[in-house]
């Protein structure tokens, strides 16, 4: 049978196949692209929508300007002072002893008592030194009596000029023990070596004291030294005669001035420092040995600075910065205030003000009060607030 020739054949040949399924393969992959563009598509548009509408949120939203105090930065002439820290000391201290050793027979002052120079303080026993007194003035007078009759002997020629010479020896020996004796005596009786402020009594009727032994602590508060010491770096800049103000922890916001009187003329191999000594006027008794003082010396002038005040400087570990207040001008015409962060070099700091030795000109305006909640570029207004004081103020010099 030829297989070409039935009628229920189509007779094509075997090898022969249909083409529409590659087709549908293409449409199916091209309508799979499409739905994937529109979604990336649809995915970036939202995303950029997003984006513009919170930034046009924050753009409408901005927070409100911070409310700061103000200040001018200046140029001025601060005090040049030099600070140091010491103590002070009494320019006349000592503790009352007595020389001898003896038994307290009478106690002649009272404590805390002021006294003046030559006051008795105690008594110590003297008897034995009274009655040798007694004795060698006796020997003195009969010695004084032969001295004059071998005087005139000898005069006369009627004795020889050895019984003068042997005359003249003993009233000399006598008047010698009435003076060592008299010595001894004084010594027994202690008095004040000058004027002065007596401390606490330690020692007691009836006791035996021994030499050294120490009765009274006597100060002289009329005039203090107060010593301090400088740095090497320092030292060149202090000359005696300089006027030098201290303050003292037992009278906060007062100062007491003097000069420097004494400048060490060699410096410390272990702390490369300089010792200072000043003389202070206590007219009122009221400074004391002893007492931990602040001094500051007043130097000559320097050249005028630019100032803020302190609370206006930022200090921290990458350098010091104040906010310095600029004004823009907005679209609608209006002036707004914006401040920048500005790094400067600051100095010394005297009286609650920063010396700005680079950054700032005079006349800048910086924000004194109210840098914690800035940033550079913030908006800010002025506040109508006075600055509040700046706590713990030095005193001014």
Do not use: C
Not at 94 to 118: E, L, P
Request: charged share 20%; aromatic share 6%; net charge positive.
């Amino acid at each position: 049978m030829n297989i070409v020739t039935e009628s229920k054949l189509s007779g094509k040949p075997i090898a022969d196949k249909s083409h529409k399924r590659p087709v549908r393969l293409v449409r199916w992959f091209i309508v799979v692209g499409l739905l994937l563009a529109l979604l990336v598509g649809g995915l970036v548009w939202f995303n950029y929508f997003r984006g513009k509408m919170i930034a046009q949120f924050f753009a409408n939203n901005k927070p409100p300007p911070t409310s700061v105090n103000i200040a001018t930065a200046k140029s001025e002439t601060i005090p040049n002072l030099l600070t140091a820290v010491g103590d002070l000391a009494a320019v006349h201290q000592v503790n009352v002893t007595s020389d001898v050793n003896g038994r307290i027979t009478d106690i002649m002052f009272t404590a805390g008592a002021s006294v003046k120079a030559g006051t008795p303080l105690i008594q110590l026993f003297d008897g034995p030194e009274q009655g040798d007194l007694a004795n060698y003035k006796a020997q003195q007078r009969v010695a004084q009596i032969s001295l004059d009759r071998a005087k005139q002997l000898a005069e006369r020629q009627f004795g020889p000029q050895a019984t003068v010479d042997n005359a003249q020896a003993a009233f000399d020996q006598a008047s010698a023990g009435i003076a060592k004796t008299e010595a001894i005596i004084s010594q027994k009786l202690v008095r004040a070596p000058f004027d002065g402020e007596l401390g606490v009594r330690r020692v007691e009727v009836g006791q035996y004291l021994t030499a050294g032994t120490q009765i009274i602590s006597l100060t002289d508060l009329s005039a203090l030294y107060a010593n301090f010491t400088v740095t090497e770096k320092d030292s060149g800049q202090l000359k005696v005669g300089q006027i030098v103000r201290i303050a003292v922890d037992a009278y906060p916001g007062q100062t007491f001035e003097g000069k420097i009187t004494t400048i060490e003329p060699q410096i410390a191999a272990e702390t490369r420092n300089i010792r200072v000594q000043a003389t202070i006027q206590n007219p009122d008794r009221i400074l004391k040995p002893g007492m931990f003082v602040t001094t500051t010396v007043v130097l000559p002038d320097k050249p005028p600075v630019i100032t803020v005040p302190e609370t206006a400087v930022d200090y921290t570990l990458y350098g010091d910065s104040v906010f310095l207040l600029s004004e823009k001008k907005e679209e609608d015409g209006k002036t707004s205030l914006t401040v920048t962060r500005t790094f400067v070099q600051t100095g010394k700091r005297v009286e609650g003000r920063a010396e700005i030795l680079k950054g700032l000109k005079d006349g800048d305006r910086v924000v004194a009060v109210g840098q914690l909640k800035l940033q550079s570029g913030s908006a800010v207004t002025i506040s109508t607030e006075p600055t509040p004081p700046i706590p713990a103020k030095p005193p001014r010099y």
